[in-house]
């Protein structure tokens, strides 16, 4: 049942759903969906996600908890898979003391969301802290794309043209002073409570 995987708890039942570990998993999936004629969705946490009590026929590819790791790949560069969420991203960049993700951290949602709809907040948006995203496409092949070809918008990218799915990014951020980074996340959220 979808109403187990989305925060509104409503959906009816998928066909098959899977949880992937990694990259490889991924490709296998949409190669054996692309050869068999079998429509595949992808879903992230499930974070403001509307499902129809008739469900979704097909493949529901799940990138959430069981696809979140997040570390440091360079100075300044954070890698995060694309099931991640952009709070646990914001904490991770304030623990290594880096600054440019603090907008970031009151929005709902996944790394992958974020990158198909240039998610932003607060005057800042993906397309201003993304260096590159990793891909599959509708072959299933593994693509590294960078922020320039990544199209991004207001609230859209190349991802939502394309027949492509996020499987992580990294961020390019500067060092900060983690006092005024946390000083700026926690300005973020009251501003959105009280809107919200």
Do not use: W
Request: contains cysteine; aromatic residues 6%.
């Amino acid at each position: 049942l979808m109403s187990l995987h989305t925060s509104f708890k409503i959906g009816g039942p998928a066909d098959i759903m899977v949880q992937p570990t990694d990259k490889e998993q991924i490709t296998n999936i949409i190669s054996c969906c692309r050869n068999n004629s079998i429509d595949y969705t992808v879903i992230g946490n499930g974070s403001n996600l509307l499902v129809s009590d008739r469900g979704i026929r097909g493949v529901v590819i799940k990138l959430g908890r069981n696809f979140s790791d997040i570390h440091l790949q360079d100075d300044g560069i954070i890698y995060a898979q694309s099931g991640a969420t952009l709070a646990a991203v914001a904490a991770f960049a304030l623990k290594n003391g880096l600054s440019g993700f603090e907008f970031a951290s009151g929005i709902p949602g996944t790394v992958g969301g974020a990158m198909l709809m240039n998610a932003g907040a607060y005057d800042g948006e993906m397309k201003m802290v993304v260096e590159e995203v990793t891909v599959v496409d509708a072959e299933g092949t593994l693509l590294t794309i960078d922020n320039a070809t990544m199209e991004f918008g207001y609230r859209t990218s190349a991802l939502k043209n394309q027949k492509f799915v996020a499987t992580g990014c990294t961020f390019l951020l500067e060092k900060g002073d983690p006092e005024q980074i946390k000083a700026k996340m926690d300005d973020f959220g009251q501003r959105r409570r009280e809107k919200q």
